[in-house]
């Protein structure tokens, strides 16, 4: 069974957890022109943490991600990996990603999934296709803090991830919104946001 794709192997080794060693966040390792091999534990990888952005309602709650495998961490030139926590009542606003295909994997708990004009209650388990510039939301509809996985086709959200957050650990400044809107006009190739 040569062929089963690197989603379903991924999803399913996340799926199971570890009781190994403290999360440790991990440098990024290859080169533009060299891929380097990882092997990360759950909570391994780029930890980083949203920033608020002032004058934004629900933005004042950081919450945590993990970019585990992109050009700049493994240096994959073909997509992107990485892990979200979303609490009870949050959600990822609607938007698009005009230049990538992207892939979300419900490790755990309720969510209301929106995408391209399609919304249904997934659960645990759920994998949510969203094909490069539909729209897409997710709002957390149970008690539980919801574990995802995400995949990206190609390069391009991350980059946009790290210029709205900082590594864990790193001070946090908030955002202005004139800094926010910056940030997503020289993004806009890799998100639109419904909502500015």
């Known amino acids: 069974?040569?062929?089963?794709?690197?989603?379903?192997?991924?999803?399913?080794?996340?799926?199971?957890?570890?009781?190994?060693?403290?999360?440790?966040?991990?440098?990024?390792t290859a080169t533009a022109n060299k891929p380097t091999p990882l092997i990360l534990e759950k909570l391994e990888g780029e930890?980083?943490?949203?920033?608020?952005?002032?004058?934004?309602?629900?933005?004042a709650d950081p919450s945590h991600?993990?970019?585990?495998?992109?050009?700049?961490?493994?240096?994959s030139s073909h997509l992107?990996?990485?892990?979200?926590?979303?609490?009870?009542?949050?959600?990822?606003e609607e938007h698009r990603h005009p230049g990538a295909d992207e892939i979300v994997f419900l490790q755990n708990g309720t969510a209301r999934a929106s995408v391209g004009g399609e919304t249904?209650?997934?659960?645990?388990?759920?994998?949510?296709?969203?094909?490069a510039n539909t729209l897409i939301s997710l709002n957390n509809t149970g008690k539980e803090t919801i574990h995802l996985v995400f995949v990206f086709s190609a390069p391009g959200f991350e980059e946009f991830m790290r210029a709205e957050s900082v590594r864990e650990g790193e001070k946090n400044t908030p955002l202005t919104k004139a800094e926010d809107a910056a940030i997503m006009k020289r993004h806009?190739?890799?998100?639109?946001?419904?909502?500015?």
Request: aromatic letters at 6%; one cysteine or more; hydrophobic letters at 45%.
């Open 65 to 75: 991600f993990i970019l585990k495998v992109d050009p700049r961490n493994g240096g």
């Open 47 to 59: 930890r980083r943490v949203w920033r608020e952005i002032v004058g934004v309602p629900g933005s």
């Open 80 to 92: 992107v990996f990485g892990t979200e926590d979303l609490g009870p009542g949050d959600n990822i």
């Open 120 to 131: 249904r209650e997934v659960h645990g388990g759920a994998t949510v296709f969203i094909p």
């Open 1 to 28: 069974m040569r062929s089963i794709s690197l989603l379903v192997v991924v999803g399913a080794l996340l799926a199971c957890g570890s009781a190994a060693a403290p999360p440790r966040s991990v440098a990024p």
């Open 188 to 196: 806009a190739r890799a998100v639109v946001y419904t909502q500015p």
